[in-house]
């Protein structure tokens, strides 16, 4: 049976750190609210249930015949061994799941760069807060997020091609889409210091080259990034230098 | 082997989930940190080591062994069915560790209504913002996550004593914790709304009678709330009605 992704149709936003897992993995999916006919109502139909025993807070959330498995981190802890995805070793699956959920953060610190004071209101209604929210992401978060996992690149004993073993893993994909979503984000901030993270920026480019990301990337399943999602690129956040 | 327990002293912090699982289970860990001789000094040779191939993004982690498990979510998983705090289905571990991800959301939340700019200024270089943020936190923020979290008790087919099935798992241990926290953060507030929450409320105070959770709370190993912590205490940042 498919695996059933709901998220928001229209962005990649948290959903996309699934899919790049189960299009990797070749997986039979269906992402739920961007077929003919079902949308976002499908979605809500869940997380509105009153007699759902474990209804999801909020998407992305996965359907397994009758598991639903809600947050990313969750998700991919779920799917890794099923899909090939995780290590063998089951003490390094807890590592995996430590790497995703320190990228569960950073993501979240990302958006509350254009989000600040309140989630339910327009950038807009935040713009000022936005940039001195901004600045201090740019000059202290992103060196400590990103330094950290070139970090752990370089420590890792089978070679920094991967972050956890030698192979790859779910958490290798998400780095590739934190480093592709900082580029459209925060394009200067990302130029001044990209010379910093060469372990990050090659595993990023090895990710690129694997076929079926390769191909999931050219596909009309990839949609381009946008001020809607997680990472929105406003010319007026990004660094000044 | 004891498990090694790394974390900040002084605050409840993030490292009182895992504790509140460990106490409740009777587990034998040792609190490193606390140790005479050791300190934060113990935590920060794990976290800046060059060699150690698992390195922490952050306190809390916990050492079982060589495996060294960060992020307090990923903590639980493991630990729980080892405690017997966790279901025996292992398709509802995934149940049980998608609320606790919830948690670690509304936790996050809580820390940005007094540093919503810049973690690394101090509360009082952004208290404008605070005020907004908490203003915002109040009104929308807590009754959406506790109104889930009440909702998920009640929808529970095996009763509304717990939050998954009919047994004690660690995140009935968290919410315990949430709602003690934001009592002392947000008296006020609480006092307002604490009438739409009579499941939580009941599931706070079953917790509180357990023997070994009341013998912790009872101990110098429960330290109080303080203004260092997650959960603060600042008047101005409390509901106004």
């Given at each position: 049976?498919?695996?059933?992704?709901?998220?928001?149709?229209?962005?990649?936003g948290r959903?996309?750190?699934?899919?790049?897992?189960?299009?990797?993995?070749?997986?039979?999916?269906?992402?739920?609210?961007?077929?003919?006919?079902?949308?976002?109502?499908?979605?809500?139909?869940?997380?509105?249930?009153?007699?759902?025993?474990?209804?999801?807070?909020?998407?992305?959330?996965?359907?397994?015949?009758?598991?639903?498995?809600?947050?990313?981190?969750?998700?991919?802890?779920?799917?890794?061994?099923?899909?090939?995805?995780?290590?063998?070793?089951?003490?390094?699956?807890?590592?995996v799941n430590?790497?995703?959920?320190?990228?569960?953060?950073?993501?979240?610190?990302?958006?509350?760069?254009?989000?600040?004071?309140?989630?339910?209101?327009?950038?807009?209604?935040?713009?000022?807060?936005?940039?001195?929210?901004?600045?201090?992401?740019?000059?202290?978060?992103?060196?400590?997020?990103?330094?950290?996992?070139?970090?752990?690149?370089?420590?890792?004993?089978?070679?920094?091609?991967?972050?956890?073993?030698?192979?790859?893993?779910?958490?290798?994909?998400?780095?590739?889409?934190?480093?592709?979503?900082?580029?459209?984000?925060?394009?200067?901030?990302?130029?001044?210091?990209?010379?910093?993270?060469?372990?990050?920026?090659?595993?990023?480019d090895a990710?690129?080259?694997?076929?079926?990301?390769?191909?999931?990337?050219?596909?009309?399943?990839?949609?381009?990034?946008?001020?809607?999602?997680?990472?929105?690129?406003?010319?007026?956040?990004?660094?000044?230098?």
């Open positions: 049976m498919a695996y059933e992704l709901y998220y928001w149709d229209g962005i990649q959903g996309e750190f699934v899919r790049l897992a189960l299009e990797e993995a070749g997986a039979d999916y269906i992402d739920i609210t961007r077929q003919p006919g079902r949308g976002t109502g499908a979605m809500f139909a869940v997380m509105e249930s009153e007699s759902e025993p474990h209804v999801p807070f909020a998407p992305p959330f996965l359907k397994d015949g009758d598991l639903i498995i809600p947050h990313v981190a969750n998700i991919l802890f779920y799917l890794g061994p099923k899909l090939g995805l995780a290590p063998d070793d089951e003490g390094l699956r807890y590592v430590g790497l995703q959920l320190t990228v569960t953060d950073f993501v979240a610190e990302v958006h509350d760069t254009h989000h600040p004071i309140d989630t339910s209101l327009y950038y807009e209604d935040q713009k000022e807060e936005a940039k001195a929210r901004s600045a201090a992401f740019i000059r202290e978060r992103i060196p400590k997020f990103l330094g950290y996992f070139e970090r752990v690149l370089r420590q890792n004993p089978e070679g920094p091609d991967h972050m956890v073993g030698n192979a790859l893993t779910y958490v290798d994909l998400s780095l590739f889409q934190v480093i592709e979503g900082l580029t459209y984000a925060f394009p200067k901030a990302m130029a001044n210091c990209k010379a910093e993270y060469p372990g990050l920026l090659a595993l990023r990710v690129t080259k694997r076929p079926n990301i390769a191909r999931y990337l050219a596909s009309p399943r990839r949609l381009a990034f946008n001020e809607e999602g997680i990472f929105r690129h406003y010319p007026e956040l990004d660094s000044a230098e």
